[in-house]
């Protein structure tokens, strides 16, 4: 594992929420009577099906629970085995796939809460990123407003599939709020599961929906490049998480060339997307869909331009990787280092500002 003697900062795991009884201290007394009243007081809104072997490591797994649900095997796997000096909480549960919009916002409200109270208190280590109900926008950006008063929120996350393409306009209050409080907006992969997962119907397998992830990507690229999120937010920086990276040079590639064909639609992208992209998009490392070659990732890093893109990430306790071999085969140490300190500080000005 050359390179973790320098401390890096992992930019993406995950706390799991044991079930929606533990939010309950954090909802106010009318959420908390209704969901006892309903009978949903055991409802599991885990966003992943989190007994799937690649969801949990063999020896990163609890004796009782979820995996991530220890805070001590979190300190003890994620932030003392790969020498991380901090680490970025993304918790993965179904707040967004509430249809009640009020219901929806006090559960995102009860989740940052509870991970302030049971997690950043207790680990001087972790950050977090917020939580928000998407459902309702102008809440979502009231909730960002609440929580930015804690610095040690670093990032507003959204998943990559919803019900409707995240440059749309009426995203737009919470990346005013975002930039606003420079606050990067992180994407996971992920779904309300309103919509199929694929753009030909749905998968009958697992393994469909999980490879299919890049596209919902791909596609929220272009609605922000081209609905002009990044000249309406010029500070705004996108974080790609779980998303993988090696397609993107053939998509930058596409993207420029359909682009200088009908530039005259979007006359607001005065750029290459390319460049845009470079700009203000960065990507966690794992899952590294990388080549199995390792001289041949040199090769993709050159075609995306840029060693200013990819961010360090175990993707704890997920298991994408071989062992302790979260960097994949090839990278040079300059971008190991990068990847690991210089590009995570560059792209969390709240990380840089309490690391430094």
């Given at each position: 594992?050359?390179?973790?003697?320098?401390?890096?900062?992992?930019?993406?795991?995950h706390?799991a929420?044991?079930?929606?009884?533990?939010?309950?201290?954090?909802?106010?007394?009318?959420?908390?009577?209704?969901?006892?009243?309903?009978?949903?007081d055991?409802?599991?809104?885990?966003?992943?099906?989190?007994?799937?072997?690649?969801?949990?490591?063999?020896d990163?797994?609890?004796?009782?629970?979820k995996?991530?649900?220890?805070?001590?095997?979190?300190?003890?796997?994620?932030?003392?085995?790969?020498?991380?000096?901090?680490?970025?909480?993304?918790?993965?549960?179904?707040?967004?796939?509430?249809?009640?919009?009020?219901?929806?916002?006090?559960?995102?409200?009860?989740?940052?809460?509870?991970?302030?109270a049971?997690?950043?208190?207790?680990?001087?280590?972790?950050?977090?990123s917020?939580?928000?109900?998407?459902?309702?926008?102008?809440?979502?950006a009231?909730?960002?407003?609440?929580?930015?008063?804690?610095?040690?929120?670093?990032?507003?996350?959204?998943?990559?599939?919803?019900?409707?393409?995240?440059?749309?306009?009426?995203?737009?209050?919470?990346?005013?709020?975002?930039?606003?409080?420079?606050?990067?907006?992180?994407?996971?992969?992920?779904?309300?599961?309103?919509?199929?997962?694929?753009?030909?119907?749905?998968?009958?397998?697992?393994?469909?929906?999980?490879?299919?992830?890049?596209?919902?990507?791909?596609?929220q690229?272009?609605?922000?490049?081209?609905?002009?999120?990044?000249?309406?937010?010029?500070?705004?920086?996108?974080?790609?998480?779980?998303?993988?990276?090696t397609?993107?040079?053939?998509?930058?590639?596409?993207?420029?060339k359909?682009?200088?064909?009908?530039?005259?639609?979007?006359?607001w992208?005065?750029?290459?997307?390319?460049?845009?992209?470079?700009?203000?998009?960065?990507?966690?490392?794992?899952?590294?869909?990388?080549?199995?070659?390792?001289?041949?990732?040199?090769?993709?890093?050159?075609?995306?331009?840029?060693?200013?893109?990819?961010?360090?990430?175990?993707d704890?306790?997920?298991?994408?990787?071989?062992?302790?071999?979260?960097f994949?085969?090839?990278?040079?140490?300059?971008?190991?280092?990068?990847?690991?300190?210089d590009?995570?500080?560059?792209?969390?000005?709240?990380?840089?500002?309490?690391?430094?």
């Amino acid at each position: 594992m050359r390179g973790f003697s320098l401390g890096g900062i992992d930019c993406d795991v995950h706390p799991a929420v044991p079930g929606i009884s533990a939010l309950l201290p954090y909802l106010p007394p009318y959420w908390r009577e209704q969901i006892t009243v309903r009978g949903i007081d055991g409802l599991e809104l885990t966003s992943f099906p989190y007994r799937v072997a690649a969801h949990g490591r063999p020896d990163w797994r609890p004796e009782n629970g979820k995996p991530g649900s220890d805070l001590g095997l979190l300190r003890e796997h994620a932030l003392d085995g790969f020498g991380s000096v901090a680490a970025i909480c993304n918790p993965l549960y179904g707040v967004q796939v509430i249809y009640n919009e009020h219901f929806a916002t006090a559960l995102a409200r009860a989740m940052n809460d509870w991970m302030a109270a049971e997690w950043l208190d207790r680990e001087p280590r972790l950050r977090a990123s917020i939580v928000i109900a998407p459902q309702d926008p102008q809440a979502a950006a009231a909730e960002i407003e609440r929580c930015a008063a804690d610095p040690r929120f670093v990032q507003v996350l959204l998943l990559a599939m919803g019900d409707a393409p995240l440059g749309k306009r009426q995203h737009w209050p919470i990346y005013t709020a975002a930039e606003k409080h420079r606050l990067p907006i992180g994407i996971h992969a992920g779904s309300i599961l309103r919509h199929a997962t694929t753009m030909n119907g749905w998968p009958s397998h697992h393994l469909d929906d999980y490879a299919n992830q890049p596209q919902a990507f791909q596609a929220q690229l272009l609605s922000l490049v081209h609905e002009g999120v990044f000249q309406q937010f010029p500070a705004l920086t996108v974080v790609m998480i779980e998303s993988g990276f090696t397609w993107l040079p053939s998509f930058l590639w596409r993207a420029n060339k359909t682009w200088r064909g009908v530039r005259a639609e979007v006359p607001w992208v005065d750029e290459p997307p390319a460049d845009i992209i470079r700009r203000h998009v960065r990507f966690t490392l794992q899952p590294a869909d990388a080549p199995p070659d390792g001289p041949d990732i040199m090769r993709v890093i050159d075609q995306l331009g840029s060693e200013d893109m990819l961010l360090f990430s175990t993707d704890y306790p997920h298991w994408q990787f071989d062992g302790a071999e979260v960097f994949p085969d090839g990278l040079s140490d300059s971008l190991r280092r990068k990847c690991l300190l210089d590009n995570p500080l560059a792209t969390y000005p709240r990380l840089r500002e309490s690391l430094q």
